[in-house]
C-alpha cells in the first residue's frame, strides 16, 4: 500500500495548466508506475475534493547532452485530474417515501496548489 504522498510527487505548472483551473482541471507530476484509481484516491486523501475524471500521460524522457556524453532525462507520468467544483446535495427517498438530502462535505478548488514546492 502506497502513500498519497508517493503517488503525487508535485503539481504541473505551466500557462495552459493555469487557465485549465479555472475549468476544475489541475495537473500532477505522479509516480510512472501509478495507476488512475490510485491517481484518484491519493487527490482525494490529499486534498479533500471530489474527482470526476483522470487523465494520464506516459512522458518519454529528452535526449540531453552534456559535453561529449550523450543520454536521455528520466521518464514520468503527467495525470489531468479533473474535481467537482459544484457540489450539490444528494436527496434521495428514505423507506418511508421521506426526502432526505445529504450535504457534500467537499472543497471545489485546490488552494496548495499555486504553492511552490
Do not use: C
Not at 486534498?47 to 536521455?72: A, E, L, S, Y
Not at 423507506?95 to 499555486?114: L, M, Q, R, W
Amino acid at each position: 500500500m502506497r502513500l498519497p504522498q508517493d503517488i503525487i510527487l508535485k503539481p504541473y505548472i505551466t500557462e495552459k495548466s493555469n487557465m485549465e483551473i479555472a475549468s476544475g482541471k489541475y495537473t500532477f507530476i505522479v509516480d510512472v508506475k501509478s495507476t488512475k484509481t490510485e491517481i484518484r484516491k491519493a487527490v482525494e486523501a490529499l486534498f479533500n475534493v471530489k474527482v470526476i475524471q483522470v487523465n494520464t500521460i506516459n512522458m518519454d524522457g529528452k535526449i540531453k547532452r552534456t559535453g561529449v556524453h550523450v543520454g536521455p532525462r528520466p521518464a514520468w507520468k503527467k495525470a489531468i485530474v479533473k474535481i467537482d467544483t459544484n457540489p450539490k446535495p444528494v436527496e434521495y427517498l428514505t423507506k418511508g417515501g421521506k426526502t432526505v438530502s445529504n450535504a457534500k462535505k467537499y472543497k471545489t478548488s485546490i488552494e496548495e496548489f499555486g504553492v511552490a514546492q
